[in-house]
């Protein structure tokens, strides 16, 4: 029987299908190795980002319902009475876009866009009239605003503060830039500038206007929470009065 056994030849594979299983195999661990690396964030390829961007129909969907959720809420509070809107104490505020991405509606952005805040952790310095407050309860979920301090007009100013000159940011280190465009009201240093808008001065929509809005960096983890509600609900939105120093203080 072992003589039997000893005696049988292995069965013939030819060359071809060898081949193929060597493809075979290489092809699988050639993928096993690409899904690690995505898995573990190595860069994608041009062609396997286009593939990861697809939305599935239920996205859209989602979309759509946080779209149209968002419209009616901001409908809502701008229907609300008066003796619920806090009093502004201050001519001066400070605001920060703090959320809004995939979930807002157009119009909901238009009015950011229209506070010059494009893009989330951007700050500008407004005048409190009654049209702006009417704008922050419009989209209160996804800006925090406050009443900034003398020391961290300046300090925003300093670090953060620049020229939009024929479409391109220039810092703000050269006076000569800023009498070229501000000296006909009177206003030729950056000294000039922080005492307009700490003041609120009768040229303070110039300066605004000359100036970009300010990126602010990202806060550490925990300082903001994510959550939409009031501030003094514990959320993150609406208004700080006098602590929204603090937040610009570590955002600078």
């Known amino acids: 029987m072992m003589a039997e056994e000893e005696g049988q030849s292995l069965p013939y594979v030819s060359e071809i299908v060898l081949k193929k299983r060597k493809i075979r195999d290489e ?3 050639t993928r096993r190795t690409q899904l690690e690396l995505g898995k ?3 860069k994608k390829s ?3 980002s286009d593939v990861s961007d697809i939305k599935r129909p239920e996205q859209f969907i989602k979309e759509f319902r946080d779209k149209e959720l968002d419209l009616i809420r901001t ?3 701008a229907k609300r009475p ?3 809107i806090p009093t502004i104490k201050s001519k001066l505020l400070f605001i920060i ?3 809004g991405k995939n979930d807002m509606h157009p119009k909901t952005r238009k009015i950011l866009y229209n506070l010059r805040l494009r893009k989330v952790f951007s700050g500008v310095f407004v005048k409190a009239t009654e049209g702006v407050i009417d704008m922050l309860q419009k989209v209160e979920p996804y800006v925090t605003y406050g009443y900034p301090n003398l020391k961290n007009v300046k300090e925003l100013v300093y670090k953060k503060g620049y020229a939009r000159i024929d479409k391109k940011a220039v810092p703000l280190t050269d006076n000569n830039i800023i009498e070229q465009t501000l000296g006909k009201y009177g206003i030729i240093c950056i000294e000039d500038i922080i005492h307009e808008i700490a003041n609120v001065g ?3 929509k110039e300066v605004v206007l000359f100036m970009g809005p300010l990126m602010l960096s990202k806060p550490e983890d925990g300082l903001l929470r994510g959550k939409k509600q009031p501030y003094r609900e514990g959320g993150d939105a609406g208004n700080r009065e006098d602590e929204i120093n603090d937040l610009i ?3 600078n």
């Open 27 to 29: 092809l699988a661990i």
């Open 40 to 42: 573990y964030g190595a």
């Open 46 to 48: 041009k062609k396997q």
């Open 75 to 77: 409908k809502q509070r």
């Open 82 to 84: 008066k003796s619920m």
């Open 97 to 99: 876009r703090i959320q």
């Open 202 to 204: 009768p040229h303070f």
């Open 249 to 251: 203080s570590k955002m």
